[in-house]
């Protein structure tokens, strides 16, 4: 049998304070706020995971209070001033709602609870105004926390902020003190972030990052993809194609080129694009989450950006592609830290006044270490590959790999695709959501199969014996 409570966690000594929104506040508020309300859910950032052996409840909600007091983005609201703009509020003290099932362990499982109540929270848009921008889900058993939830709105945090988040959460829950982490993090709050991005330096930054982004923006193509007769929107699929040979192979191409894995599935992603655009240029919108900043390396709040990478030549060998994506790559991270509001105002302006720039609407974002893997149960086969594991093919019925379509999203205007890579104990994944009308599922699966071909092939090359 399962019983549902709500506890309260009591914030009374928490940092105040009110200034502008962030760049990253500003840019996530406006993406939300075009959205119909029933579509604003899936920018929440969610984590849900298994406690196990367990923690006492007061153990677990003292770690949740020490997180208050750790990171302002969790007790920070949004709100519009009399002249439209948007600006941070940091309340000093306030209560947060945890959910919190109860379950008999011998005849339920809290993992099928949690996951349930996990999908429940996450389900749920933020009013940014009114509520704090976390929601915490708990199961217990016998006075356990069996398993935990975390929802954000994405205004608070992204991907590596939810990693930080965790992180931080264990250690508070295996003893760490508030002072302790804060000494040794030393995390930049939103105020302060605020605060340099108006700083003299900081509009220094904003004005080179932009300048940067317009002289890619001038060379790229107008459009990468043919354009679909202007029809009735149609739902975009999402694939997700897992490969556990792409775990191993990712790395050894990074190495034998001296490159990033990043690096390497991104010169993939590029060379794909060209294929099946029939463009010998790849133009992609690459998510950057920006800690390699001062300050923000272990910053708890959305500091991820938008990079314009743009390869000429993607169509040629993979390997040069590979070497010249690493190199590019880097002014890419460098110049997405900016006002994102001031930036699409200047390509509006540039496009009314030169016409097209180049198409922005291919996105790549490597999520892989923003939140910790699972650690495999002991002697489990995590199905990494090794050298002459990746010698195995690719394709449908590869060994190992996998090809499914879990869900799919409303239209998204402006979106040919958005390729997310990720990471499970045993599988690197890309998850593809696309303009089904631009590119159809059988497209798709070209696509995501031609990716993990690429990098496999790559990887049996240089693994190779020299003659």
């Known amino acids: 049998m399962t019983t549902s409570q709500q506890l309260e966690i009591v914030l009374s000594s928490g940092r105040s304070g009110t200034g502008p929104a962030t760049w990253g506040q500003q840019a996530i508020w406006d993406a939300v706020s075009r959205l119909p309300p029933a579509d604003a859910p899936r920018y929440n950032i969610t984590a849900s995971a298994p406690l196990d052996p367990g923690l006492p409840v007061p153990v677990v909600l003292g770690a949740l209070e020490g997180l208050l007091r750790l990171h302002d983005s969790l007790h920070t609201r949004l709100v519009l001033d009399d002249r439209g703009r948007l600006r941070q509020i940091v309340d000093p003290t306030g209560r947060l709602t945890v959910h919190t099932r109860h379950c008999d362990g011998d005849r339920t499982d809290p993992a099928k609870i949690g996951a349930a109540l996990h999908d429940e929270l996450a389900a749920l848009p933020f009013d940014c105004a009114e509520q704090w921008p976390i929601r915490v889900g708990l199961v217990e058993s016998d006075g356990l926390v069996r398993h935990m ?251 190992g790999t996998t090809l499914t379509w879990p869900v799919e999203f409303a239209p998204r205007p402006g979106l040919t695709f958005a390729l997310d890579a990720l990471q499970t104990p045993d599988a690197l994944q890309l998850a593809m959501t696309a303009d089904g009308s631009v590119l159809p599922r059988p497209a798709m699966e070209r696509f995501l199969y031609g990716v993990e071909a690429l990098i496999l092939a790559e990887a049996r090359t240089l693994a190779a014996p020299t003659p």
């Not at 000429?312 to 590019?328: L, N």
């Open 149 to 399: 939830a975390l929802v954000l709105s994405h205004t608070a945090l992204d991907g590596a902020g939810m990693g930080l988040l965790v992180m931080d959460l264990t250690e508070l829950a295996q003893g760490g003190s508030v002072e302790s982490i804060s000494t040794l993090r030393g995390s930049q709050q939103p105020l302060e972030e605020a605060e340099f991005q108006n700083s003299p330096r900081g509009l220094r930054r904003d004005v080179n990052a932009r300048a940067h982004v317009v002289r890619k923006l001038r060379l790229g193509p107008p459009r990468l993809f043919p354009p679909v007769p202007d029809d009735e929107p149609k739902p975009f699929p999402n694939a997700v194609l897992s490969s556990p040979a792409l775990l191993r192979a990712v790395d050894q191409v990074a190495a034998g080129h001296r490159a990033s894995s990043s690096s390497v599935l991104l010169a993939a992603v590029a060379v794909m694009t060209a294929r099946l655009s029939g463009s010998p240029d790849a133009v992609l919108q690459v998510i950057v989450n920006n800690r390699f900043l001062p300050g923000l390396a272990s910053a708890v709040s959305v500091v991820a950006g938008d990079g314009l990478f743009h390869l000429p030549a993607a169509d040629g060998e993979f390997g040069d592609a590979v070497r010249r994506t690493h190199a590019a790559s880097i002014a890419t991270y460098r110049h997405a830290y900016y006002d994102k509001r001031l930036m699409d105002e200047e390509i509006a302006r540039l496009t009314a006044e030169h016409g097209p720039l180049a198409d922005r609407s291919c996105i790549f974002n490597d999520t892989r270490d923003l939140l910790p893997v699972a650690i495999a149960e002991p002697g489990t086969d995590t199905g990494a590959a090794t050298g002459a594991d990746a010698d195995t093919g690719t394709g449908p019925g590869a060994t």
